[in-house]
């Protein structure tokens, strides 16, 4: 594949389109088994609440990759993806309704980094809750 996005038609400051993600307990249980992350923080509600967390939690791997998407959906290559770092600040809370947990995620183009190697560096924004669950969310990208 390749990006589809070329270096010479972005700007710093161009936004990516924003996405939504939902997050529920059964989306948790089909992580837990493609990543083999079982803790019971993840899928057990007394377990999350004894150690502490006000319920169930979403794995940081998977609100880290769920952020990234806006990315790789904007550049439609996964591979021009270079570098990828967050902070978790927040924990994601799922809790166990009809709705579960909302990861709404925005990105910009925060710097052109090298005009040679044609990489930007995206800056991302993800809350659940009206909380940011990620910080210093970055990726640097090759684009075309």
């Known amino acids: 594949m390749t990006a589809k996005i070329s270096y010479d038609e972005v700007e710093a400051g161009t936004e990516l389109p924003a996405r939504m993600f939902p997050v529920s307990r059964a989306t948790l ?16 509600e007394r377990f999350a609440k004894e150690v502490g967390l006000p319920d169930v939690i979403a794995h940081g791997m998977f609100t880290m990759a769920s952020a990234i998407r806006v990315v790789t959906d904007w550049v439609g290559d996964p591979g021009a993806v270079t570098e990828y770092g967050v902070r978790f600040t927040k924990p994601v809370v799922v809790p166990n309704d009809d709705k579960g947990a909302l990861i709404e995620v925005t990105a910009k183009v925060g710097a052109k980094l090298d005009d040679q190697q ?5 800056d991302l924004t993800a809350t659940a ?9 970055r990726a640097v990208v090759r684009l075309a």
């Not at 044609?118 to 995206?122: D, G, I």
Request: no cysteine.
């Open 118 to 122: 044609r990489t930007v560096r995206v």
């Open 29 to 44: 249980v089909q992580y837990a088994g493609a990543s083999g992350d079982f803790n019971p923080i993840h899928w057990n």
């Open 129 to 137: 809750d009206g909380q940011k669950v990620l910080g210093m969310s």
